[in-house]
T-cell receptor
Framework: DARVTQTPRHKVTEMGQEVTMRCQPI?????VFWYRQTMMQGLELLAY????????DSGMPKDRFSAEMPDATLATLKIQPSEPRDSAVYFCASGLQGMGNSPLHFGNGTRLTVT | RKEVEQDPGPFNVPEGATVAFNCTYS??????FFWYRQDCRKEPKLLMS???SGNEDGRFTAQLNRASQYISLLIRDSKLSDSATYLC?????????????FGAGTRLTVKP
């Protein structure tokens, strides 16, 4: 059963530190998404890649967040420097472009706590 | 006003009850629709797609009303294991899945 894999599952860090989250999309999927979920805001789209190219990162605070996809099997989301308000669960999801009815498949998330 | 709105609940129902959730969307250009289920501290998982003619999967029935711009999810004979948050998802892009909009979720608790 193919799954999206995210690491780490949990991360606790101090304000000002760099945080890197990783995601391995499902093999063959050509779209990758980063979402952030908090109790107050629900699921927010941060960035979107298609065929490894970043297409939309309008939901991401550009001054501290960056998303990359160095190869088809790895997507990264980096926060530098981290702040307490970044505490949330970060989900990666993958899917198939060209199939509007194709759902997204989520990884199990990285629970980030910034103190 | 949010693009996808759901009643946050919580819905507390006894085992065996039938429960229905509605979700409204504001963009009439929306193309595809889904229900996801999210358990506490877990990732969202696809429950079912929603087709124009309505569709059923076991105890779950999904309906789409384009004229009124809402989708619904009906759960019959509810089980304890149905307790979760149900997310309504609307995709505005016919050819791509990059414009998915998530509702805030409806929380369901099924009690013995």
């Amino acid at each position: 059963d193919a799954r999206v894999t995210q690491t780490p599952r949990h991360k606790v860090t101090e304000m000002g530190q760099e945080v890197t989250m990783r995601c391995q999309p499902i093999l063959g999927h050509n779209t990758v998404f980063w979402y952030r979920q908090t109790m107050m805001q629900g699921l927010e789209l941060l960035a979107y890649f298609r065929n490894r190219a970043p297409l939309d990162d309008s939901g991401m605070p550009k001054d501290r967040f960056s998303a990359e996809m160095p190869d088809a099997t790895l997507a990264t989301l980096k926060i530098q420097p981290s702040e307490p308000r970044d505490s949330a669960v970060y989900f990666c999801a993958s899917g198939l472009q060209g199939m509007g009815n194709s759902p997204l498949h989520f990884g199990n998330g990285t629970r980030l706590t910034v103190t | 006003r949010k693009e996808v709105e759901q009643d946050p609940g919580p819905f507390n129902v006894p085992e065996g009850a039938t429960v229905a959730f509605n979700c409204t969307y504001s963009n009439s250009a929306s193309q595809s629709f889904f229900w996801y289920r999210q358990d506490c501290r877990k990732e969202p998982k696809l429950l079912m797609s929603v087709y124009s003619s309505g569709n059923e999967d076991g105890r779950f029935t999904a309906q789409l009303n384009r004229a009124s711009q809402y989708i619904s999810l009906l759960i019959r004979d509810s089980k304890l294991s149905d307790s979760a948050t149900y997310l309504c998802v609307v995709n505005r892009d016919l050819y791509n899945n990059n414009d998915m909009r998530f509702g805030a979720g409806t929380r369901l608790t099924v009690k013995p």
